[in-house]
């Protein structure tokens, strides 16, 4: 396949996650992905398997782009954590805002992405090319499309190399952003992030909660099969698939996958999409 992917893991939190998500990579490695993300707990608190799942992809010879994410952090932390990273060769850094962690009343030093974004810059210069992120259907939080779309060009003109969208399934709203966005001088890629679906409910619940929206025909379909899990995944992969050829045909300039650490639906999807 021509298209350039990228996919995104997340740290296990079991020895037996650790070795299932070994196996899934060299599975999804097969795809020859320009980059594996890592994301990055609230306030840091996957810090540590967050690195040595870095560590890993990269000692395995692939680019390995960690999250980092600075709500509740301090520019002390940020810098070491940077100097972990330039000692372990790491070339690329996924910048976000992140979460505040549950109970925590303070934000830290850092309260948006584009101060960590000119954090990085200032600290490192060009050692790192930089993703964000971006909303199609807008920040749950942002108080509306206008303000979204101007911290997204603040983060870019920080020093951002490329973004990553949120997942969607509208590509209408994935094409209106990037108009949106290139018409206030954005020239940076921005790629579709891609939700391969494996179940319906947990994705109607994940959706709802950061603000993505499952047209009503999708929701009717999926609902419509019950608990036929065949159908469900048969109908999602055609979907999906369907998503990536009109947003690559569109113009997209990649794909990254939210593969939740399997690797079989990303891999289906890819074999279809070669097949165009």
């Excluded at 296990?12 to 992905?33: D, F, I, M, Y």
């Excluded at 840091?44 to 999250?67: C, L, M, Q, Y």
């Excluded at 002390?76 to 976000?96: M, P, T």
């Excluded at 619940?205 to 999926?222: E, Y």
Aim: proline share 5%.
């Amino acid at each position: 396949m021509n298209t350039e992917i990228s996919i995104e893991f997340f740290p296990p939190q079991t020895p037996e996650g650790v070795e299932k998500l070994r196996s899934t990579r060299a599975e999804l490695a097969k795809l020859n992905p320009l980059f594996f993300s890592v994301t990055y707990g609230a306030g840091g608190s996957t810090r540590e398997r967050t690195f040595n799942v870095v560590k890993e992809i990269a000692a395995e010879g692939f680019d390995a782009a960690p999250h980092l994410s600075c709500i509740g952090s301090t520019r002390d932390s940020i810098r070491e954590i940077l100097g972990e990273y330039k000692a372990a060769g790491i070339k690329r850094i996924v910048a976000l805002r992140g979460d505040l962690p549950s109970g925590m009343a303070e934000t830290g030093e850092f309260r948006y992405a584009n101060e960590l974004v000119e954090f990085i810059r200032a600290e490192t210069g060009d050692r790192f090319s930089i993703e964000v992120a971006a909303y199609p259907e807008w920040h749950p939080q942002a108080r509306s499309p206008k303000d979204d779309l101007e911290a997204f060009v603040r983060k870019v003109k920080a020093g951002a190399n490329s973004a990553i969208t949120q997942y969607f399934f509208n590509a209408d709203a994935y094409f209106h952003f990037v108009n949106e966005a290139r018409t206030q001088g954005v020239t940076i890629p921005i790629v579709p992030g891609i939700m391969p679906i494996a179940g319906f409910t947990k994705l109607a619940r994940f959706s709802d909660a950061c603000g993505t929206d499952i047209p009503r025909w999708m929701r009717k379909k999926f609902e419509s099969y019950g608990d036929d899990t065949d159908s469900i995944r048969a109908f999602g992969l055609d979907v999906v698939t369907e998503l990536c050829e009109r947003l690559l045909d569109g113009g997209a300039p990649g794909l990254h996958f939210y593969c939740m650490n399997q690797s079989a639906l990303t891999t289906e999807i890819c074999r279809r999409l070669s097949k165009r």
